[in-house]
Every structure is written in structure tokens, then in C-alpha cells.
């Protein structure tokens, strides 16, 4: 089983891809959370590289979090990703509370 919290990562990067600047504010707590310098700088690369080709990255944080969800069990397999309540943050909590235990 795997302890890297891929959308969390993914959140992470959407952030530095937002606002440059904020790249080194975002690594620091990035890290003290589990996520390796290495995935944090490929998890940038990725979401620019989707940025570019048109794909809505908060659509893509959100998509990752639901598949991660159902994949990991924290996400009943018969939660809609229609459900305008399944927010992003709400997905956030479920996946952290997940990989915290």
C-alpha cells in the first residue's frame, strides 16, 4: 500500500502552478506531509503539462481525488463524481484522514 497521497500532491503543485512565487512556501509543509522533493517538482511538471493542453486542473485535483477515494476504499465506490457536494476540500479531508492512520 502505498503512504504517497497522490491528489494532495497534485492540490500541491496546482497551488505553485497558480502562483509561482509561492513554490518554496508550498514545499516546506509539502515535505513535512510525506511528499518527496522529487514527487513535488514532477507533480508541478504535470499539472503545467496539462494546463497546457487545455485540462482544468481543479476538474483534474478533484477527478484524482475521486479515483484515489474509490481505489483506496476512503470513497464509497457508488459516490457520484456528479455530487457537487464531494468539493475538493471535502475530498482533501477524506484522503488525509485516510493517509494520517
Do not use: C
Amino acid at each position: 500500500m502505498t503512504t504517497l497521497n497522490r491528489p494532495y500532491t497534485f492540490e500541491l503543485a496546482a497551488m505553485v502552478l497558480a502562483d509561482p512565487g509561492q513554490h518554496d512556501d508550498v514545499k516546506a509543509p509539502a515535505e513535512r506531509n510525506g511528499v518527496g522533493p522529487d514527487h513535488f517538482e514532477r507533480a508541478i511538471l504535470t499539472v503545467t503539462a496539462l494546463a497546457a493542453s487545455g485540462e482544468r486542473i481543479e476538474d483534474f485535483v478533484r477527478r484524482e481525488y475521486i479515483l484515489d477515494g474509490w481505489f483506496h476504499g476512503y470513497l464509497p465506490l457508488d459516490a457520484s463524481p456528479n455530487d457537487t457536494s464531494l468539493t475538493t476540500w471535502k475530498l482533501g479531508q477524506f484522503a488525509e484522514a485516510h493517509y494520517r492512520f
